[in-house]
């Protein structure tokens, strides 16, 4: 995921090898919150659940190994089984971009990352809707009762 530009500043000049090493050397390429495999084409059920060719069995969203036997994708009803590529990026754990120790940093997934960022992503959309609601009042009036 790119950095934002007015967030750039926050970064060290060596963030993208940082984030290499992070990523390919520390996690070997696969994702630390659920095992997915780096530039990878995944088959999943959209909750979470995708299937591990190397293991030839489901995976959870947290990497482990599902219990309960599924069919495999090719066996399963045409549409339930999504397919998506994972690009790693790399995530800082306690949200402070200032803070570069190796305990701070994780390799995440489009996946794992979004639900670690949940609540940043739900602050900003709170604030989003409250500016656009201020931005109306001051221009088109009060807005009408409903």
């Given at each position: ?7 750039r500043y926050f970064y060290p000049i060596d963030w993208k090898q940082l984030s290499a090493v992070i ?124």
């Open positions: 995921m790119p950095i934002r530009r007015e967030h990523r390919f050397v520390r996690a070997g390429g696969r994702c630390e919150g659920c095992g997915r495999p780096h530039l990878q084409d995944v088959q999943h059920l959209g909750d979470g659940r995708w299937w591990d060719g190397e293991a030839e069995r489901w995976r959870d969203g947290r990497g482990r190994l599902v219990r309960r036997v599924l069919p495999a994708p090719e066996k399963m009803v045409a549409g339930t089984v999504k397919v998506t590529r994972v690009v790693l990026a790399t995530a800082h754990r306690n949200h402070d971009t200032a803070d570069n120790s190796g305990v701070n940093l994780a390799a995440f997934c489009q996946r794992c990352h979004m639900l670690h960022d949940r609540t940043e992503h739900q602050r900003r959309r709170r604030l989003t809707v409250r500016a656009r609601k201020a931005i109306g009042d001051l221009f088109s009036g009060l807005y009408p009762l409903r």
